[in-house]
C-alpha cells in the first residue's frame, strides 16, 4: 500500500477484555515498530520486528502484551485483560531496514478501555 | 538509556519565526529527526539530520544540531496557521544494539494571529 495501515481508528473495550490492533506496513518493509502515545506524552517504544523475529521485547509494558508478525508483513498487537491504563494511541511504524533513517507512521489506533 | 527533552509549548505570531528546542544525552546518537502531528493523525516525518552535518535546510524549514551541547532545534521560517501541530523531537541512538527511535515529549505549536 501507499502508506502504513493501521486498524481500527478507534476502539472501545470493556476492562477486562482482550484487543487486537493490527499494522499493515509499506510493502517491502521489513523493520516494524510499535509505539504507544498516552494522552498529553511522547511515544512509548513497545516492539519492534526485523522480518517476523522480535529480538527486544523489553519494551512490553507487561505479560499482558504480545505481538507478532507472520509473513515478514502484517503484525498483531494484543492486549489481555485490558486495563484503564492501556487507554492509549498505539502507533506502528515501517521502515525500510531495521536502522534505516526513515521510518513512516501509520494514523495509529486510538484505545479507549472503560 | 537515551533522554531527549524538549518543552511543551510554544506560541508564535503568524508570519514570524518558530523555532523548537530539544535536547539529547546519548552524545553517539546517529540520526536526528522532526516529526509533526496534527489533531487526531500520525507522525508526519518532516524531516533528519544525520549527526556529521550541522545544518540541513529545506524550503521553510532548518535544522540545526550542536553536538558540543547535544542541542537540535528546528526553525520554521513565515510561520502559517498550518503549521499549527506538535513537533516531535527524536533520535536514534548510537549504540550498537540500537533500533529504536526515542522520542520526546513534543512541542505543541499555536500560532496567533
Known amino acids: 500500500g501507499a502508506g502504513v495501515s493501521q486498524s481500527p481508528s478507534n476502539k472501545v473495550t470493556e476492562k477486562g477484555k482482550d484487543v487486537e490492533l493490527r499494522c499493515d506496513p509499506i510493502s517491502g518493509h521489513t523493520a516494524l515498530y510499535w509505539y504507544r502515545q498516552s494522552l498529553g506524552q511522547g511515544l512509548e517504544f513497545l516492539i519492534y520486528f526485523q522480518g517476523n523475529s522480535a529480538p527486544d521485547k523489553s519494551g512490553l509494558p507487561s505479560d499482558r502484551f504480545s505481538a507478532e508478525r507472520t509473513g515478514g508483513s502484517v503484525s498483531t498487537l494484543t492486549i489481555q485483560r485490558t486495563q484503564q491504563e492501556d487507554s492509549a494511541v498505539y502507533l506502528c511504524a515501517s521502515s525500510l531496514a531495521l536502522g534505516d533513517p526513515e521510518a513512516f507512521f501509520g494514523q495509529g489506533t486510538r484505545l479507549t478501555v472503560v | 538509556g537515551e533522554d531527549v527533552e524538549q518543552s511543551l509549548f510554544l506560541s508564535v505570531r503568524e508570519g514570524d519565526s518558530s523555532v523548537i528546542n530539544c535536547t539529547y544525552t546519548d552524545s553517539s546518537s546517529t540520526y536526528l529527526y522532526w516529526y509533526k502531528q496534527e489533531p487526531g493523525a500520525g507522525l508526519q516525518l518532516l524531516t533528519y539530520?544525520?549527526?556529521?552535518?550541522d545544518m540541513k535546510q529545506d524550503q521553510r524549514l532548518t535544522v540545526l544540531l550542536n553536538k558540543k551541547d547535544k542541542h537540535l532545534s528546528l526553525r520554521i521560517a513565515d510561520t502559517q496557521t498550518g503549521d499549527s501541530a506538535i513537533y516531535f523531537c527524536a533520535v536514534l541512538p548510537g549504540y550498537s544494539s540500537a533500533s529504536k527511535i526515542i522520542f520526546g515529549s513534543g512541542t505543541r505549536l499555536s500560532i496567533r494571529p
Open positions: 539530520i544525520f549527526s556529521n552535518m
